[in-house]
């Protein structure tokens, strides 16, 4: 059994989300968190604004998308591991300095 975490973050700090070193170090504490380890790493900043940054973890992977125009972060945790913990949103949620968040999870039979 595999299992996915989507969680979407609202009314975010613009700045914040537009900082590559902040998205990079938000990855590194949930890989952390998950008790991962990163593989391979990569990253587009667009322009005018924007990030997609993508971890590929030894558990499988962790996306960060974000849309500093809308205020919104969208970050994808997937797991090999059905015990994936989310113990670690509110500290993300304070990082991107989000007023709310939405989280679903999926169970993924495989």
């Avoid at 968190?33 to 900043?45: D, F, G, K, M, Y």
């Avoid at 558990?59 to 989310?86: G, L, Q, R």
């Amino acid at each position: 059994m595999a299992k996915e975490l989507l969680i979407d973050f609202f009314d975010c700090n613009v700045f914040t989300l537009n900082d590559i070193e902040t998205i990079k170090k938000i990855t590194r504490k949930i890989v952390e968190e998950i008790n991962s380890i990163i593989v391979e790493e990569t990253w587009h900043c667009f322009s005018p604004v924007g990030i997609t940054y993508v971890a590929v973890i030894a558990k499988s992977h962790v996306s960060i998308h974000t849309w500093p125009e809308k205020k919104a972060a969208a970050i994808d945790i997937f797991s090999c591991d059905s015990t994936i913990p989310d113990n670690f949103i509110h500290s993300v949620q304070n990082e991107l300095e989000a007023k709310s968040f939405e989280l679903k999870t999926i169970l993924r039979n495989i």
